[in-house]
C-alpha cells in the first residue's frame, strides 16, 4: 500500500519558495489550508493541498491578487476548461474577422480599380463588421462611443491574461452570489451583498480606469441588454459563463425570477440597493486600494 505525501508547513514552505508566514497567512484567510490532521494533533499539507497551492500560484502568476483567486478557485472552474472556452471565443472572433476581411478586400479591389463599390458589397461588409466581438463587444458599441470604447480595450490590454479571469470567473461569481443571497431573502443592505457590491464597482472601475462616462455607458447596457452583456452567466435567468462566454453551467434562479432580462434588472436594483447609504446617496467606487487590488501580486 502506498503512502500518500503530506507536507508540514515548514516542508511545503521549502518545496515551493514560499516563507512559512505566507502559508500562515494563506490558511489565516482561508485561501489554502493544511486538510489532514495528525494523530499527536499537527496539521499537514495533502497532495490535494499541494495541487491547489500550484493554482494558486500559477494564477497569481497571471497578476490576480488573492481574493480574486480565492473566487477563481472556490467557483470550481476547471482551469483547462478555461482556455478551452476562451480560445473558442477568439477562434470565433477570427472566423468574424475573416470575413469582415474579405469583404473589406472587396471594397479595396472596387475603389482601386476607379469603380464605386456596389451597394450590396458596402452592405455585406456592414453585417461582417457587426458580427466581430463577443455579444458583450457588440452591445456596449450601441452604448459607447469609439473614444470610450478605446479606454476599455487598453485597460484590458494592459491587464494582459489576468482580464480574461477577472471577467470570466470572479465576475460571473459575483453575479451568481448576490443572486443567491437575493433569493434567500437577505435585505440589500446586508454587509454581504454590499461587500459584493464594492467588489464589482472595484472590477469596474479597473476596466474603466474611472472614467464616469465609460462606466455610465457600461450600466446603460446592462440595464437595456442584459443578457448579451452577461454573456448567459448562469444563476440569473439563465446557465453559462461570463461576458462573451456562455458555457459554463451553474444553478438558475429560484422560481419568480422571471424572464432573464427582468432577472438581470432585479438583480441590477437588488445591488443599487445595497450602495445606497441610510441618507439616501450613493456611494460610488474610488480607485481599489494596492492591497485588495485585482491585480495585486503580494504574497502576504
Partial sequence: MTTATTWKVGQLAEASGLTVRTLHHWDTIGLLSPSRRTPGGHREYTEDDAARLYQVLALRGLGLGLETIA??????IDPLRLVRDHLAGVEESLSALEALRGRLRRLEGSLSAGTAPEARDLLAALKALGRTGTTAD???????????????AARGAALGPAAHYLLEVEWPELYRRAARLR???VPPTDRRVRRLAARMDE???LFSGGDAGVSAGVRAAWRAEPEEMAGGVGGVGGSGSGPGSGSRPSPRPGTGSGSAPDAWRELA???DQSRTGPDGTTHTPDTPHTKDHPCSTRAT
Fill in 203 to 205: 472590477l469596474g472601475v
Fill in 269 to 271: 436594483d437588488y445591488l
Fill in 71 to 76: 473566487t477563481c478557485l472556490d467557483s470550481g
Fill in 138 to 152: 457588440r452591445a456596449l458599441r450601441r452604448h459607447l462611443d469609439a473614444d470610450q470604447l478605446q479606454v476599455l
Fill in 183 to 185: 433569493e434567500a431573502g
